[in-house]
C-alpha cells in the first residue's frame, strides 16, 4: 500500500531525514549541481513525512538553511570569477540568456532580485552567482537568501506535506489505485527534470555551435 511506503518514510529518524532534505535542497541551488541531481524532487518526496507542525516547522528551517548554503557555491563563484564567469562553459550548458536575465534582475532589484527570481528555474541558481559579480555586499545578499530559502522551502515542503496528505486519503478511498498516484507524480516530477535538463543543454549546443568562428574576408585597403 502507497501509506506503508508513507508510513516508511515518516518512520525513519527525523535527524536523517533533515539532513537528506537538507542535502538536496543544497544541492537544487548549488550552481550547476541541480543538472545532475534533482534536488527539488528529493526534498518533494521527504516532504511526505511532514505529518505535523513541528516536522513541517523544521523541514522548512533545514530546508531553507540548505537552500542558503547552496547560493553561497555561486556567490562565492561569482566574486571569484567576475564577469569572466558568464563565458564558462558551466554557464553556457545553463544558458547565456537565462545569466543576463539574473544579471539585469540584480541591476533593476538589487538585492532584491536573489527573492524575486527564487522560483524560476535556472534563474534561481543563476542569481547568486550574479550577485557575486555584481559585487552585492555580503550583508545585503545574506539576508536576501535567507528569504528566498524561505520563500522556497515553504513552498517545496507544504506542495509536498500536501501532497502526502492527500494520497494518504486518497488511498483510503481508493486502496491500490493510490499507487498509481503515487507513480505519476514521481514519474512527473522526473520527467520536468529531465525535459528542463535536456533543453538547456540542447540550447547551450545550439548557442556554442552559433557563436563558433567562422571564417573572414579581409576587404581590401
Not at 147 to 154: F, T
Not at 164 to 184: D, F, I, M, N, Y
Not at 194 to 202: L, S
Amino acid at each position: 500500500m502507497i501509506t506503508d511506503a508513507l508510513g516508511w518514510l515518516a518512520d525513519l529518524p527525523f535527524p536523517l531525514v533533515l539532513l537528506v532534505a537538507g542535502l538536496a535542497s543544497t544541492v537544487e541551488s548549488g550552481l550547476g549541481i541541480g543538472m545532475i541531481f534533482p534536488g527539488e524532487t528529493g526534498v518533494l518526496i521527504l516532504a511526505t513525512t511532514a505529518t505535523g507542525v513541528p516536522r513541517f516547522v523544521a523541514l522548512v528551517l533545514v530546508v531553507a538553511i540548505g537552500a542558503c548554503l547552496g547560493d553561497h557555491v555561486g556567490y562565492v563563484l561569482g566574486r571569484r570569477y567576475g564577469l569572466r564567469l558568464r563565458e564558462t562553459r558551466l554557464v553556457r550548458k545553463l544558458g547565456v540568456d537565462r545569466w543576463d536575465r539574473a544579471m539585469a534582475a540584480l541591476h533593476r532589484y538589487g538585492a532584491s532580485a536573489v527573492v524575486v527570481t527564487r522560483l524560476i528555474p535556472v534563474v534561481r541558481t543563476l542569481a547568486p552567482a550574479a550577485a557575486g559579480v555584481s559585487t552585492l555586499a555580503y550583508r545585503r545578499f545574506l539576508p536576501a537568501s535567507l528569504a528566498a530559502g524561505l520563500l522556497w522551502a515553504g513552498t517545496y515542503v507544504g506542495v509536498g506535506a500536501f501532497a502526502g496528505a492527500s494520497v494518504r486519503q486518497l488511498e483510503a478511498w481508493l486502496g491500490r489505485a493510490g499507487w498509481l498516484v503515487l507513480g505519476a507524480l514521481l514519474l512527473a516530477g522526473l520527467a520536468i527534470w529531465w525535459y528542463r535538463r535536456r533543453r538547456t543543454v540542447q540550447s547551450a549546443r545550439s548557442r556554442s555551435a552559433n557563436c563558433s568562428p567562422k571564417s573572414t574576408t579581409r576587404l581590401p585597403s
